[in-house]
């Protein structure tokens, strides 16, 4: 909303020191957001009123004149101009050197210079309306070549044009979401009375209304839906006709950011932007059987618009009709027939009251939003009708004296009652964290329109009618009030109480962000986050079940309706997109997925569908041994790492993008909390990824176990030096090396897989395993002897159990 | 045969210093003082000569071998200490041998950070799940029913519940507030408990606008808050964020879950407050809103507002992240591009 500071000095004197920064300041600390501030009169600097006093034709160019003008300044100035209407004793627009004007094709403003037009000397520029934004103020017939003539206009030579038009103005622009609370400062007197609070002025009161209504005929107001509007005011003003308002109107309007139409339509935007009552204006003779019904429109029913085009309405959407059908959508839009036109002769004066919520279902159905509606939907109390007739008749009798009031209906359901509210001292006190005296709380609240009175200890506010639509009703709101008009900078920051109850102890939480620095950090992981809605392409590349997905009502994009069952589909894209840089990497993401289910969070009357905080990740590698064996390295060192029980490795149910030989799941107490595995080689193919291979794993981080401290126990270091054998067998291809590890455990100390290897010396079928083993005795220093018994010993089991032989070095 | 043993003397000095070589000083030792050296030779002829020489010949003589070995060892200790294994040319300016790194997401080191501070402080970290029903997104927050945040403009509601209304209105969470009243009735009152989080908007995006981002935010219940604390939580925050203390205001703002409900603006960093483009020559910047907890919500999570009280902040790490590092889209952060991740080492 735009608010002009000359508009705002017709109800508040404000000091002559305190500068427009200083206001927008102290408005966006206490009250509202201030985005910008404009001085208006900048645009028309070195623009002047000139006249001309002598002018005669271009020796070498037609169409252009040479005037001698006066500025105001001292010798009569050389002009070349080629307006079609100059005229000696003509009162033009100026512009001298250093000003900037608006050219037609150019898309940058043009400086004024001092130059020479067809060998001729030109001081300045005699200026179009459109060149200097004045198309509003001074609107010509001739729009080619058209000049501003001022001559019937009450100026003087030398005038500054700002200066003529209103337009030495500042304007400040307000946040409009900040005033979503406000629905009384939706007008400049608000902000006016907001204002006084904060430098503790007065504002001047409004005027009263001239004109005995009771005296004038009954207009017939009928209101069906009495609950959608408390308060419709209808007043009819014969001789009345379409003219240009006055220039103080039209800069008071521009400057409001509205464009000025005519003296009848200027007068209800004034008015609505000087009390934030909307007004409407009706041809009355378009108002067929003299009468206004207000009710809900039926269903279907047609509204015919300006332009021909018909608003198809439901039958909850407010309308004003006459005696015959709908002339407007109440309180947002008007139809074809409320028009004011040129042939124009009496209007029917709306000022009426409409609630916010239905008026809003209706903004939202036809997305229509305009001045009116964005003030009725804050929710404008009833009383504020009173406001804008005041204000209308006594612009309606200066611009229009010879104007007939002719008839006046009132038809007034319900009016809105002022919220009284009950603030103990003692609850100032302790909310504030300082005790403020009774003078400054009242004095306050008083320049805000609160009626206040206090006793034993209470403060009883009455509030502000305006803000009693629901701004105001509880003492938080009073509260609110007083802080940020005192400040909330001027309350010192008040270190809080440390209270020492118990230990925040979260494993769950610990053991996410374990989780995450384990990889990162130790494994060489990079963490990356991807968007909970999954592209479908992904999701069938990883063969995911869609039937108990999720989805989005309004997804970001078509084919990104299901919202993620696993983290695989995202994983699998970002691998995809980071192959163009990268040939070898590793990424991770923890997030939750989700699944048709039940799952009662908070309450048994809310069912969310299942959540699952899942832990995903993919390695990619050139080779498929080292993209598997690095996330089952990175899977089996996680456990002791990230204090958690651990799992064991083995085939249970294979995951849907796995290959079909590479996988295993993580099972934990007989259940699979997670998978790891090489992505199927069509899953490869779905998402493009090529000439390298991922191995995958999937793990369900709300099924692992956090240990609550740490559980590992310290071993003695051996007392005896043990001794190390590597030993080289050969061995079926069927053999896995964890059974031979199994058979071991019990006669060694430690045992460590080094190598496996097929090749040229080994025979079709078998392969060569190379490991390590520790052997010791608690008792002493083993001996040659007792070594050879003991890896005898070992080599027989390998034999026996495992039929493997030694290779021979 | 003085003069030759003056000779001897200068050319073994010269051997030993012109050396660098441990070995060839072992050479050289042997040359000047071993049996078939030069001097041994000296000191086996002595017997040819007349008493007096003899005398002076073999004084010298030995002055010399103990010179030689006195500086033969000097220089054994002058050529350790300037030895190195690497015999040939070493190029230093080689790249080390890598480290395997990884990196967290810059906002997970963002919210780490944040949780390093709020834990020491006593504040636990409460999880909200992703998906929400309307009632604790938008109801028990003192949402007006007709508010435009539940449009599908603005939330991304899921299918086949868009139409109903409360508890069975389901949707990707708009915000993390919805969790504060969880909590309450999970763990009742007095709380301190920060629940950070990603939330979804049905937004056209840009470089400042994100479908997907990140919140952080902090609350207090208790019987004897005043809003004043709430500064000291703030500054908390932006003072673990950029490690030193920043200037902050706190101005009017409005959240229907709160009241009063205030705006915090930090000093902007680029310009330090002296206004520029970035915080569009102001000096400050919006960084998080917060207020006190309007007595509706206290209500929902089953609270007597009478009793008690307590405030929030709320903090977009998205865009505190952005002003960490400088990052100038916001979309990156959601794009899983290494190019961009692996800058956050």
Known sequence: MKVSLNWLKKYIDLPVDLTPEQIAYDLTMRTVEVDNIEYTAAKYHDIIVGKVVNMWKHPNADTLNICITDIGDGEPKQIICGGSNLYEGEKVVVCKPGAEVYWHGEDKMVEIKETKMRGQYSYGMICAPSEV????????????????????VDCYVGQPIA??????????????????????????????????????????????????????????VEILSPDRCPRYMALEIGNVYVKDSPTWMKAALYNGGMRPINAIVDITNYVMMAVGQPEHAFDRTHVEGEKIVVRTAKQGEKLLLLNDDFLELTDDDLVICDAVDAMAL????????????????????????????????????????????????????????????????????????????????????????????????QFLDDRLGKVIPRETIEQILRKLEYDVTFEDGVYTCVAPIDRSTGDVSMKDDVLGD?????????????????????????????????????????????????????????????????????????????????????????????VAKNLRYFDTFKIFEMAQCFEVGEYHPSTQAECLPAHRMMLTGAVVSKDARDAFFTVKGAAEGMVRTCQMEGYEFKQVQKPSWADSKVWLNLVLNGEIVGSIGLLKVSA????????????????????????????????????????????????????????????????????????????KQIPAGKKSLMFRVWIGDDKGTMNAKQIDKKMGGIIKILQKQHRASLREE | MLKRLEEILQNGLDKIEQTDDLNVLQDIRRELTGKKGELTEVLKSLGTLDPEMR??????????????????????????ANASVIDEELD?????????????????????????????????????????????????????????????????????????????????????????????????????FVYPGRVYRNETTDARHERAFYQYEALIVDRDVTFASGKVMINTILEKVFGRKIRTRMREGFFPFTEPGYEIDMECQVCGGKGCRVCGHSGWIEVMPGGVIHPNVLRSANLDPEEWTGFYVNIGLDRLVMMRYGVDDV??????????LKQFK
């Open chain 1, 133 to 152: 934004f004045l198309e509003d103020f001074f609107p010509v017939e001739d729009k080619e070549r058209g000049i501003c003539d001022l001559s019937d």
């Open chain 1, 482 to 574: 007083l802080a940020r008009i005192l400040s909330y900078d001027s309350f010192e920051p008040t270190p809080m109480k440390m209270r020492f109850e118990h230990a925040v102890n979260q494993p769950d939480w610990n053991l996410q962000r374990g989780l995450r620095e384990y990889l990162a950090f130790r494994c060489g992981f990079n963490e990356i986050f991807t968007y909970p809605w999954i592209d479908e392409k992904f999701i069938n590349a990883a063969e995911i079940d869609k039937t108990d997905a999720v989805k989005l009502a309004t997804p970001p994009a078509p084919e990104l309706a299901y919202v993620r069952q696993s983290l695989v589909p995202g994983c699998i894209e970002a």
């Open chain 2, 55 to 80: 005398k002076s010949v073999g004084m010298k003589a030995n002055e010399i071998k103990q010179i030689f070995a006195d500086r033969i060892k000097e220089r054994e200790v002058e050529i350790a």
């Open chain 2, 92 to 192: 230093l300016t080689l790249p080390g041998k890598a480290i395997e790194e990884g990196a967290l997401h810059p906002i997970t080191q963002m919210c780490d950070d944040l949780n390093d501070a709020f834990l020491s402080m006593g504040f636990e970290i409460f999880n909200e799940d992703d998906i929400s029903s309307e009632q604790f997104a938008f109801d028990n927050l003192n949402f007006p029913p007709d508010h435009p945040a539940r449009q599908s403009m603005d939330t991304y509601w899921l299918e086949g519940t868009e139409d109903k209304r409360g508890n069975d209105r389901l949707c990707l969470r708009p915000h993390l507030t919805g969790g504060s009243v969880r909590y309450l009735l999970k763990y009742g009152a007095p709380a301190r």
């Open chain 1, 163 to 220: 200066e003529l038009i209103g337009m030495d103005d500042v304007v400040l622009e307000i946040e409009n979401k900040s005033l979503t609370n406000r629905p009384d400062m939706w007008g400049h007197y608000g902000i006016a009375r907001e204002l006084a609070a904060i430098y503790d002025l007065e504002v001047k009161p409004l005027p009263e209304c001239d004109l005995d209504v009771k005296s004038l005929k009954e207009y017939p």
């Open chain 1, 684 to 759: 490869m193919n779905a998402a493009g990824i090529k000439r390298v291979q991922v191995g995958v794993f999937e793990i369900n981080v709300d099924m692992l176990k956090p240990l609550p401290s740490r559980d590992n126990v310290f071993q003695h270091l051996p007392l005896y030096p043990l001794v190390e054998q590597d030993l080289s067998v050969l061995v079926d291809e069927s053999v896995k090396w964890g059974d031979i590890k199994e058979s071991l455990k019990y006669m060694v100390k430690d045992i460590e897989f080094i190598e496996e290897y097929r090749g």
């Open chain 1, 330 to 425: 109440a309180g947002i839009r008007g139809g074809k027939k409320d028009s004011i036109l040129p042939e124009t002769t009496g209007v029917l004066l709306e000022i009426a009251n409409f609630t916010a919520p239905g008026l809003r279902r209706t903004e939202n159905r036809y997305g229509e939003k305009t001045d009116a509606s964005m003030r009725y939907e804050k929710g404008v109390d009833t009383e504020r009708v009173n406001l804008g007739l005041a204000m209308s008749v006594q612009l309606f009798k200066e611009f229009y004296p010879e104007c007939e009031f002719v008839a006046y209906g009132d038809n007034y359901v319900e009016k809105t009652e002022r919220a009284v509210i009950k603030v103990p001292q």
């Open chain 2, 331 to 340: 979309r990156l952060f959601h794009s899983a591009d290494l190019r961009f």
